[in-house]
C-alpha cells in the first residue's frame, strides 16, 4: 500500500503522486465506490495499491479531507459535488479587460465557503500591456468555449489586439497547451511528442512580411516538486547538509534529468531540419544556462539574454530567495536579437516572462 495525493485527472482517471516520487494513473477500487458517489479529486490524499501485471494502480481508500470545495452537481441539483480538496487558499481568477461582477460575487461565495483564505487575481493585465507582436505561452489551462472558466474564445476576445492564434496540446489531446499569439499570419503547428506525462512542444510557422519564421514553444521535463519536497530541500540548504542535500537532490533529479536529455535530443534533431534560415527557440527549459539542456539546444544558435541582456534575469525565484534563469529564447544566425530583457514586474505567471525585439535579416 502506497500514500500519494491526487495531482491531475485525466479523464475520470486520478493521476497520484505517490510518497516516493512516482506518477501512478488510478482506478477506484469497487469496494470504495460501489454504492456511493465517492471518487477522489484533485487535492486528496489517498491509499493505493499497484496490482502485478496491470497498467493502472487501485485506490484503496481517500484519507480525510482538511477542506474541500463544493458545489452542487449541475446534473443533479439536490447531490454536492467535490472539486477539489485539501488546499490553503483559493484564487478568484478575472481577466482585468473582461470581469463579470456577478460571476465574481458566485465565485467568491463558494470560496469563502472552504474556510480557506481567498484571493482574487485579475489577470491578464501583463499580456496585453506587453504590445508584443508574438506572444508565446507555456502551460495553459484553457476549458470549453460554454465553460464560465477562461476559454479559447474568451482569451481571443481579451487579447483582441492578436487577430492570429494557434494552440497545441503538450500532451496528445489533453492538459495544459502550448499557445502563440500573434499579429502575424500563423501558417501551420505542429505538435511534438516529448513522450512525457506532463510536458511537451510545438513548432509554429509565422509568415512575417515574406519571411517564414519557425517558431518552437517548449516546455520541457519538470521536476514536479511537492511543496514538502521543496521545504525539505530548503531546509538542508539552510543547515548546511551539503552530503543530504546532494543525495536528496540526486535521487529526485535523475530521472528528470535523463528524460530532458532524450527530449534536448529530439528537439535539437528536429531543428536540423528546418529548411527556413529564421528559427527561434523559446519556453520553460527547466533548466539554467549552464545546463547540457542549454547547451546542446544552442548549438548553432544563439541565447537572446547572454547577447543582447544586462544584469541576472532571473526569470524563476524558488522560495522568493534563490534566482535562476530556466526560460530561454534561442535563435538562428539569420536573426538579429536586440534588447532582451526579464520583466521582473509581471505577476501573471511564477514565471517572469523574457521580451526581446527581433530583427529578420
Known amino acids: 500500500m502506497q500514500r500519494g495525493q491526487v495531482v491531475k485527472l485525466e479523464r475520470g482517471y486520478p493521476l497520484v503522486r505517490t510518497d516516493e516520487g512516482s506518477f501512478v494513473r488510478c482506478e477506484h477500487a469497487t469496494a470504495l465506490v460501489k454504492g456511493e ?3 477522489a479529486v484533485i487535492g486528496d490524499f489517498v491509499e493505493v495499491t499497484v496490482p502485478e501485471g496491470h497498467d493502472k494502480g487501485i485506490i484503496e481508500s481517500i484519507l480525510p479531507r482538511t477542506r474541500a470545495f463544493v458545489r452542487k452537481d449541475p446534473t443533479e441539483r439536490a447531490l454536492p459535488q467535490v472539486l477539489a480538496a485539501n488546499f ?56 470549453s468555449n460554454k465553460s464560465k472558466y477562461m476559454s479559447e474564445r474568451r482569451l481571443q476576445r481579451i487579447l483582441k489586439a492578436y487577430p492570429y492564434y494557434s494552440s497545441a496540446y503538450a500532451v496528445k489531446d489533453h492538459g495544459s497547451r502550448l499557445i502563440v499569439l500573434s499579429k502575424y499570419p500563423i501558417l501551420s503547428t505542429r505538435p511534438i511528442d516529448l513522450h512525457s506525462d506532463f510536458n511537451g512542444g ?8 515574406e519571411k517564414k519564421l519557425v517558431l518552437y514553444n517548449l516546455h520541457l ?13 530548503f531546509q538542508l540548504a539552510q543547515e548546511v547538509n551539503p552530503k543530504g542535500f546532494t543525495q536528496a537532490l540526486g535521487v529526485r533529479f535523475s530521472p528528470a534529468f ?10 535539437y534533431q528536429d531543428v536540423n531540419y528546418q ?42 525565484y524558488f522560495k522568493s530567495l534563490i534566482g535562476v534563469r530556466i526560460d530561454h529564447m534561442l535563435y538562428s544566425d539569420q536573426i538579429e536579437a536586440r534588447a532582451a530583457y526579464v520583466d521582473r514586474t509581471a505577476e501573471i505567471s511564477d514565471h517572469k516572462p523574457i521580451i526581446c525585439y527581433f530583427k529578420l535579416k
Open 37 to 39: 458517489e465517492v471518487r
Open 88 to 143: 490553503d487558499r483559493v484564487f478568484v481568477a478575472q481577466p482585468l479587460s473582461d470581469v463579470n461582477v456577478r460571476r465574481l460575487e458566485r465565485e467568491l461565495v463558494l470560496a469563502y465557503e472552504t474556510g480557506a483564505a481567498v484571493t482574487v487575481v485579475l489577470t491578464k493585465a501583463d499580456l496585453a500591456e506587453s504590445d508584443a507582436d508574438i506572444i508565446c505561452l507555456q502551460e495553459a489551462w484553457l476549458s
Open 202 to 209: 510545438a513548432v509554429f510557422t509565422i509568415l512575417v512580411g
Open 221 to 233: 521535463e519538470s521536476f514536479g516538486f511537492t511543496k514538502e519536497e521543496q521545504a525539505h530541500y
Open 258 to 267: 535523463k528524460r530532458r536529455a532524450k527530449q534536448v535530443e529530439q528537439i
Open 275 to 316: 529548411e527556413s534560415p529564421y528559427v527561434l527557440i523559446c519556453g520553460d527549459f527547466n533548466d539554467t544556462p549552464i545546463s547540457y539542456t542549454h547547451h546542446r539546444l544552442s548549438t548553432g544558435l544563439h541565447d537572446a539574454i547572454a547577447t543582447t541582456g544586462r544584469g541576472t534575469n532571473y526569470s524563476y
